[in-house]
């Protein structure tokens, strides 16, 4: 299963997507009166004098009850490697959810951009986001391309 490339793409679109979760997307701190703004997949968090103040769940939770589905269809896809066609087919619905979660990402933060105005970031969660999605897609690339091998060994037979 490990020598496989594709295993360790799901394994790294898994991982990201974990990580992801606990990293925030969109950051900014207002120099003025030290407060920070944080935008993570669960929650938004205003944090005055290293106190939190104020935090926000809907409809941010959105973002990680999305990223806890794609990385367990990815963890579903990596342990269906006895079936090269559902593998592909989880794959194309997981990137369909990783193009929601980046689209809500964005959405999002440019929400806090306009709310906020102060120099801001992309953070973390958005660049993990990002590999797990590229993962995934070469993941369903050499997933087809044995798919194609085994088909072709077995026409030559």
């Not at 806890?68 to 087919?89: C, G, H, P, W, Y």
């Not at 440019?110 to 958005?126: G, I, T, V």
């Amino acid at each position: 299963m490990w020598q496989r490339v594709q295993t360790i793409f799901l394994a790294i679109t898994f991982g990201s997507l974990v990580l992801a979760i606990f990293f925030p997307i969109w950051s900014t701190t207002d120099l003025a009166t030290g407060s920070s703004y944080r935008l993570y997949p669960i929650y938004f968090m205003i944090k005055q004098n290293n106190v939190i103040t104020s935090s926000v769940y809907i409809p941010y939770c959105i973002v990680a009850s999305l990223m806890v589905a794609a990385a367990t269809i990815s963890f579903m896809e990596l342990r269906r490697f006895d079936n090269r066609m559902l593998q592909v087919k989880l794959g194309v619905l997981n990137s369909l959810i990783l193009m929601i979660i980046m689209i809500l990402c964005v959405v999002f933060s440019n929400q806090m951009a306009k709310a906020y105005h102060f120099p801001w970031k992309y953070d973390y969660s958005l660049y993990l986001t990002f590999v797990a999605v590229a993962c995934n897609w070469l993941a369903i690339r050499f997933i087809k391309r044995d798919e194609k091998l085994v088909k072709d060994s077995d026409r030559i037979r």
